[in-house]
């Protein structure tokens, strides 16, 4: 009887190896889109401005420090302490920043469209040109009959 639980756990474990393996190969021949390197990053939110600031401060006051952990985790408690007020100039920082995130945003998806317009202008005159070559072949095969 031992050995019979013990085959049934196998089995279902090796299932459920399988059914990761496949939605992991799923996954892989997908793939992702590629990012363009051209495209403009995100703007820091107000904390990420605020955190900007705090993390040099924090380094000045306690230098040995070596924990990543312990610096986000003081100034998200510092965050979470500061009045509307205090807030106000980081808000006002990460307004101004998505402001010319979305100017440059605009001006990439300009570009980007301007491109894709230039890219189907050459693949249009081409199929032209190949039409026209494959028309006057076939012209010229009749005009010999």
């Known amino acids: 009887m ?35 390197p051209n495209k403009p990053k995100r703007p820091a939110s107000a904390f990420f401005v605020f ?7 924090y380094k000045q006051k306690h230098p040995n420090n070596k924990a990543v952990s312990v610096v986000g985790k003081a100034g998200g408690d510092k965050w979470k302490s500061m009045s509307a007020a205090e807030k106000a100039p980081y808000i006002q920082k990460a307004d101004k920043r998505k402001a010319e995130y979305e100017k440059n945003m605009k001006a990439y998806n300009e570009n980007l469209s301007e491109g894709k ?6 693949s249009d005159k081409s199929r032209s040109e190949v039409d026209d070559s494959e028309e006057e072949g076939s012209r010229v095969e009749e005009d010999e009959d």
């Not at 031992?2 to 756990?9: L, N, V």
């Open 51 to 57: 955190m900007e600031e705090f993390r040099e401060h």
């Open 117 to 122: 317009k230039a890219d189907e202008e050459e």
């Open 2 to 36: 031992k050995g019979d639980k013990s085959k049934t756990k196998s089995k279902n474990a090796d299932s459920k190896l399988s059914l990761k393996k496949g939605a992991a190969a799923k996954a892989t021949k997908k793939g992702k889109a590629a990012k363009d």
